[in-house]
T-cell receptor, first 112, second 114 residues
Framework: DQQVKQNSPSLSVQEGRISILNCDYT??????FLWYKKYPAEGPTFLISISSIKDKNEDGRFTVFLNKSAKHLSLHIVPSQPGDSAVYFC???????????FGKGTTLSVSS | EAGVTQFPSHSVIEKGQTVTLRCDPISGHDNLYWYRRVMGKEIKFLLH????????ESGMPNNRFLAERTGGTYSTLKVQPAELEDSGVYFCASSQVLHAYEQYFGPGTRLTVT
């Protein structure tokens, strides 16, 4: 049973617009959430994270929102750029240093 | 600062053969993890070392997989004998004891078993 779900396999957005990637989780013990970006033939690259004690974390064009009651988080990219085209993975952890549980990923395509 | 490195980048072996994958974590990172992604599915945890000790190996699929981290530096993951379903991309990641949530991944080793 998947504990971290990314229900949209793909998303297409025009350059300059907002990209919103969604992630749902089922395990209420998760206390830290991360987003990774992955280009073909490369490993996942850490993008941004959020602790369960916060509801928002912002880093430049990237903002992650966490709704604990809904067990939902989202990644907003504003403005989207063609270089943002990649697979985005949502991941969660129940304790620092332990295994990350990943979703299946969402492929983002940003067209110019 | 050098990132996580993995060798080889790609390995093609026949069913029944043995393969050994190597991971060099970021210098100073005591936590080292192995993950696997099979056929476009989610990335799944295999095991976790803290220095040279296995902290969690709950994700290891079976006893054909053996991981070691001698001296607490680099790690190896051996598959013996390899089966067709072992094909996939094997990622290594590392993290500091502080900021342990943030794991940094290597480029992966693509294993193809024919």
């Amino acid at each position: 049973d998947q504990q971290v779900k990314q229900n949209s396999p793909s998303l297409s957005v025009q350059e300059g617009r907002i990209s919103i990637l969604n992630c749902d989780y089922t395990n209420s013990m998760f206390d830290y959430f991360l987003w990774y970006k992955k280009y073909p033939a490369e490993g996942p690259t850490f993008l941004i994270s959020i602790s369960s004690i916060k509801d928002k974390n912002e880093d430049g064009r990237f903002t992650v929102f966490l709704n604990k009651s809904a067990k939902h988080l989202s990644l907003h990219i504003v403005p989207s750029q063609p270089g943002d085209s990649a697979v985005y993975f949502c991941a969660a952890s129940a304790q620092a240093g332990t295994a990350l549980i990943f979703g299946k990923g969402t492929t983002l395509s940003v067209s110019s | 600062e050098a990132g996580v490195t993995q060798f080889p980048s790609h390995s093609v072996i026949e069913k029944g053969q043995t393969v050994t994958l190597r991971c060099d974590p970021i210098s100073g990172h005591d936590n080292l993890y192995w993950y696997r992604r099979v056929m476009g599915k989610e990335i799944k945890f295999l095991l976790h070392f803290v220095k040279e000790s296995k902290q969690d190996e709950s994700g290891m699929p079976n006893n054909r997989f053996l991981a070691e981290r001698t001296g607490g530096t680099y790690s190896t993951l051996k598959v013996q004998p390899a089966e067709l379903e072992d094909s996939g991309v094997y990622f290594c990641a590392s993290s500091q004891v502080l900021h342990a949530y943030e794991q940094y991944f290597g480029p992966g080793t693509r294993l193809t078993v024919t």
